[in-house]
T-cell receptor
Framework: RKEVEQDPGPFNVPEGATVAFNCTYS??????FFWYRQDCRKEPKLLMS???SGNEDGRFTAQLNRASQYISLLIRDSKLSDSATYLC???????????FGTGTRLQVFP | GAGVSQSPRYKVAKRGQDVALRCDPI?????LFWYQQALGQGPEFLTY????????KSGLPSDRFFAERPEGSVSTLKIQRTQQEDSAVYLC?????????????FGPGTRLTVT
């Protein structure tokens, strides 16, 4: 079983739609959680960190459920520019490396 | 300021050839990471440096892979006797600190194709 699992998609949604991505992780010792965004043939870039209390950044809301080892990302009012792959990422204490999911591809159409 | 840079951006190698991939991290960043990203997959960890010390090389797929960061800044990932399965994008990332809460900044990657 992969350490971080995501639905690869693609999710095809119209502009203005709300879309949610989910991710599960297997290591209960995981402590830091992130969503990265990766555009086609580009490097990953940090979208937002995920905190236990949940956090929001504009149209983006991230939530963490430690008991279920589950992370989510909600995008409201989707824009064409949101089209990208969204990578769920975890970090285990004491290890510098990030553990990435395979990514969920989002395509927003007009 | 300048971000993480990598060179070459593209490399085509014949099977059996040796290649060297370079990473210039953000100035002052202590930590440097190498990841391998195959098509349709997320990046997979290869190795990690804190300054010049290689603290974790558990992700290197075989002893054909070797990385160094001799002066704690620029790093080189070397792959000997390349195989077709080595074809991937090799991403370098740097971070200001070791702590997991510090963001890792990625370079544009080197796309390696082994023919």
């Amino acid at each position: 079983r992969k350490e971080v699992e995501q639905d690869p998609g693609p999710f095809n949604v119209p502009e203005g739609a709300t879309v949610a991505f989910n991710c599960t992780y297997s290591n209960s010792a995981s402590q830091s959680f992130f969503w990265y965004r990766q555009d086609c043939r580009k490097e990953p870039k940090l979208l937002m960190s995920v905190y236990s209390s949940g956090n929001e950044d504009g149209r983006f809301t991230a939530q963490l459920n430690r008991a279920s080892q589950y992370i989510s990302l909600l995008i409201r009012d989707s824009k064409l520019s949101d089209s990208a792959t969204y990578l769920c990422v975890v970090n285990i204490p004491g290890l510098g490396k990030l553990i990435f999911g395979t990514g969920t591809r989002l395509q927003v159409f007009p | 300021g300048a971000g993480v840079s990598q060179s070459p951006r593209y490399k085509v190698a014949k099977r059996g050839q040796d290649v060297a991939l370079r990473c210039d991290p953000i100035s002052g960043h202590v930590s440097l990471f190498w990841y391998q990203q195959a098509l349709g997959q997320g990046p997979e960890f290869l190795t990690y440096f804190q300054n010049e010390a290689q603290l974790d090389k558990s992700g290197l797929p075989s002893d054909r892979f070797f990385a160094e960061r001799p002066e704690g800044s620029v790093s080189t990932l070397k792959i000997q006797r390349t195989q077709q399965e080595d074809s991937a994008v090799y991403l370098c990332a740097s971070s200001l600190r070791v702590d997991s809460f510090y963001e890792q900044y990625f370079g544009p990657g080197t796309r390696l194709t082994v023919t």
